[in-house]
């Protein structure tokens, strides 16, 4: 049976509400945050719990203020359920041209049900004037390669780059995994543990501070964006009121904070989301922070590690320090994008390049 089509209006602000005049229910919905129940939150997270093709970074409580939770529904349970963010590429300038992204989705298990909420999908951003969707899902194997396949058909493009990640069986034992390690892994873990440094999830405010302050610092160092300080406080209350969901977990060595890890479980997966270590000490405590996650995570009935990606042929820095722990490299579908409007997508790609050339110019 073909779901009715329910006619959703993108306003100018990227605000995404549903159209009243509508009677019945709503076989697919875009939802803005402004609209989120806590029932809807918790229909949403078992949904996630329920599919192997989920992401932490699906999770409402993961969006920002611009994120909707699009879904679509038969009889009345969720089949297909993705976080969108409205982005405007060509810059506010030009808000007419507009783009949904999906970061780590969308989420299906089923291979019919994919399709049918992309082609909705599509609708849907037709009738809205959108420039182009980008999805980038957790499809791996066989599911992936029959959904490029499919996409291809149906007009998605493969953009380039490559998306992978380390992943580790929880199936073994404890002291399996141990001694699955590499050497030198195991040998800075027992060394920690035997200088001192306790790994403990933290509890309070004053903590979440403490480890945002090493965080920013390392990001300073090398370089890189920092999540927002509100943003990431905002997931740490998220973990500590709700138990086994995942946690920050903090590395202490005489008291000195040494590091910290944030991990997060949805289904029977876990995954690493970002750390910062300490450069001061005789000790690193990053192997000790991963390998007291991963015996959280198989405490708390996960079947899986994943070291929240990978960089392939890169034998040096985060890449060489995840493959210590894992060497089963796990490949993603290629992030697709689908042209909705190619009007619209032309005059957003003339727009970047130029702003582009500009920033250059600048530099």
């Known amino acids: 049976m073909t779901p009715q089509r329910t006619a959703q209006v993108l306003e100018g602000s ?5 159209n009243t005049h509508l009677v019945g229910r709503s076989d697919f919905q875009f939802i803005d945050r402004a609209q989120w ?5 918790r229909e949403v997270g078992d949904f996630l719990d329920s599919q192997d093709t989920s992401h932490p970074f699906q999770w409402p409580q993961w969006s920002g203020e ?54 909705k999908l599509i609708d849907e951003a037709t009738g809205m004037g959108i420039a ?54 195991r040998y ?44 990431l406080i905002g997931i740490f209350r998220w973990l500590t009121g709700e138990q086994g969901r995942g946690g920050l977990f903090l590395a202490r060595e005489a008291e000195k904070l040494r590091g910290g890890a944030l991990v997060v479980r949805s289904g029977v997966r876990c995954w690493y989301i970002l750390g910062a270590t300490s450069k001061e000490g005789k000790l690193g405590a990053g192997h000790l922070l991963q390998w007291r996650a991963i015996q959280w995570a198989k405490e708390n009935g996960c079947l899986e590690y994943d070291f929240g990606g990978y960089r392939e042929g890169v034998n040096t820095g985060p890449a060489l320090f ?21 009007a619209r997508h032309r005059a957003s790609e003339f727009v970047s390049r130029v702003r582009r050339s500009l920033q250059t110019s600048k530099s």
């Open 322 to 342: 995840k493959k210590g722990f894992s060497d089963r490299v796990v490949h993603f579908l290629p992030t697709h994008r689908y042209v909705v409007s190619p």
């Open 66 to 119: 611009r994120m909707h939770v699009v879904l679509l529904r038969r009889r009345g349970k969720i089949q297909w359920l993705a976080q969108c963010g409205v982005t405007y590429p060509a810059s506010r300038l030009l808000r007419p041209i507009r783009v949904l992204s999906f970061n780590r989705g969308p989420v299906c298990d089923d291979f019919e049900l994919s399709e049918l909420g992309l082609r």
């Open 188 to 231: 800075e873990i027992r060394r920690s543990m035997n200088e001192g440094i306790e790994v403990t999830a933290a509890r309070d405010e004053a903590e979440y501070q403490e480890f945002l302050r090493l965080y920013e610092e390392m990001a300073s160092q090398r370089k890189f964006s920092a999540e927002k300080a509100d943003f």
């Open 37 to 41: 129940s806590a029932p809807l939150l």
């Open 14 to 18: 990227s605000r995404i509400s549903n």
């Open 132 to 185: 182009h969707i980008d999805i980038a899902p957790e499809w791996t194997g066989a599911f992936a390669e029959s959904a490029a396949t499919l996409l291809a058909r149906d007009g998605w493009q493969a953009l380039p780059g490559v998306r992978s990640t380390l992943r580790l069986s929880l199936s073994p034992t404890l002291d399996e995994l141990l001694a699955s390690f590499r050497k030198t892994t």
